[in-house]
């Protein structure tokens, strides 16, 4: 009992990373951007629509780069080319253009 966290094999270490990066990735792609579209694009005559749009995508973009890093970091050098991996990277790239055009669009509202 030396009061040091026991230190776990370098595979179940990667499980867990990979079943949270999963899971919340899953669920907030799933759940969270679908109800944030679905906010956008039906609720036209709610003034909060916006509001609400923009700050459910932001926790779910918030949330995908640090688990994506997290992912990144734990993988080995030769599984970054697994069409998982190559997947992911188009998807956080477009992820960051979406943020981009939402943020132009949203300034564009502001000041017209």
């Excluded at 899953?26 to 956008?40: E, K, N, Q, R, Y």
């Excluded at 688990?67 to 080995?76: G, H, N, P, Q």
């Amino acid at each position: 009992k030396s009061g040091r966290a026991a230190a776990l094999p370098n595979s179940a270490t990667n499980d867990g990373v990979f079943a949270v990066h999963g899971l919340v990735l899953l669920t907030s792609w799933m759940v969270g951007a679908p109800i944030a579209i679905f906010i956008v694009r039906f609720m036209k005559h709610k003034s909060w629509r916006l509001v609400a749009h923009v700050t459910l995508m932001e926790m779910v973009g918030s949330m995908t780069f640090p688990l994506l890093a997290s992912a990144w970091a734990v993988i080995k050098e030769s599984d970054k080319t697994a069409a998982h991996r190559i997947v992911g990277i188009y998807l956080t790239a477009s992820l960051v253009l979406m943020v981009l055009a939402g943020s132009i669009r949203l300034l564009n509202l502001e000041n017209p």
